[in-house]
C-alpha cells in the first residue's frame, strides 16, 4: 500500500499531463478527451486502488456537497445521459437539473447539507446514475467509516465538529488529475475553466452546440458562472 509521504506529486502531475497531451494529440475531439479524462482517472486510481474505503454502492451521504468540474467531464456525462435515457427520463432530469441549480446556485455545503439538496443524478435507489463516468472531484472523496459520515451529513443544527476519516491519498492523488487535465486543455487551447457539476451539465444536455464551441477553443457563455 502505497504512503502519501512517498508519493510524488510533482511527478505525478508532470507525467499525468504528458499523458492527456498525448492522448489529445494536439486536435482533440469527443473520442480522445473522453480518453484523456479515463486516463487521468486511471492514473490516480492506480496511486489508490489497493487502499481501504467504506464507500458502497448506494451511499449518498456526501452527494450534497459542490462539486466542481472540467468542461470536459460535462460533456461526457451530458453525453452519456443522452445516449442512455429514455427521452421521457430525460425531460424529468432536465427538469431537476434546472431546478436543482436554481435552488443551490449561492449555497454553501453547509446549507446544502441542511436542506438535504442532493445530487439530481442519484437514482431512485441513492446510487450514482452516472457513476462509470463520475466526475475526478467524486472519486476524490472517501470515508473510512459510514456511521462518520452518516452522522456528519445529517441535517441538523449543530455546534459539535463533525469530521469524516478519509483518504488524504486518494483526495490529493485525484485533485493532481483534475489540476493535470486542467493544464492538457489548457495547452491544446482549450477552456480549462471549471464549473458547478449540474450547471455544466445542464449546459451541454441543452446546448448540445457548445460541444462544437467547446472543442473548436471557444467559450462557452459566462453566464454560466453567474
Not at 43 to 72: F, H, K, Q, W
Not at 106 to 111: H, I, L, S, T
Request: with cysteine; hydrophobic share 40%; aromatic share 6%.
Amino acid at each position: 500500500m502505497r504512503d502519501i509521504d512517498r508519493w510524488h506529486e510533482e511527478e505525478f502531475r508532470r507525467l499525468t499531463t504528458e499523458k492527456v497531451l498525448r492522448l489529445l494529440d494536439g486536435t482533440p475531439t469527443e473520442a480522445t478527451l473522453a480518453a484523456a479524462v479515463s486516463g487521468c482517472a486511471e492514473e490516480a486510481e492506480a496511486i489508490c486502488s489497493d487502499r481501504p474505503m467504506a464507500c458502497t454502492a448506494g451511499c449518498p451521504y456526501c452527494c450534497v456537497l459542490n462539486v466542481a468540474i472540467l468542461l470536459p467531464e460535462a460533456m461526457i456525462i451530458a453525453q452519456r445521459l443522452v445516449e442512455q435515457t429514455p427521452q421521457r427520463e430525460l425531460d424529468e432530469l432536465r427538469k431537476r437539473l434546472g431546478q436543482h441549480r436554481s435552488w443551490t446556485r449561492w449555497m454553501d455545503d453547509e446549507e446544502r447539507i441542511l436542506k438535504r439538496m442532493s445530487c439530481p443524478l442519484l437514482d431512485q435507489y441513492g446510487a450514482c446514475g452516472v457513476h462509470p463516468v463520475r466526475p475526478l472531484a467524486c472519486r476524490a472523496i472517501t470515508s473510512l467509516d459510514s456511521e462518520c459520515c452518516r452522522e456528519a451529513f445529517a441535517p441538523v443544527v449543530s455546534d459539535e465538529d463533525r469530521l469524516v476519516p478519509t483518504d488524504l491519498l486518494r483526495k490529493a492523488a485525484y485533485d493532481a488529475a483534475f489540476t493535470s487535465l486542467a493544464a492538457g486543455l489548457l495547452s491544446c487551447g482549450l477552456d480549462d475553466r471549471s464549473i458547478e457539476l449540474g450547471t455544466g451539465v445542464i449546459a451541454f444536455l441543452e446546448n448540445p452546440e457548445y460541444r462544437e464551441l467547446f472543442l473548436n477553443g471557444g467559450k462557452l457563455p459566462q453566464d454560466l458562472w453567474r
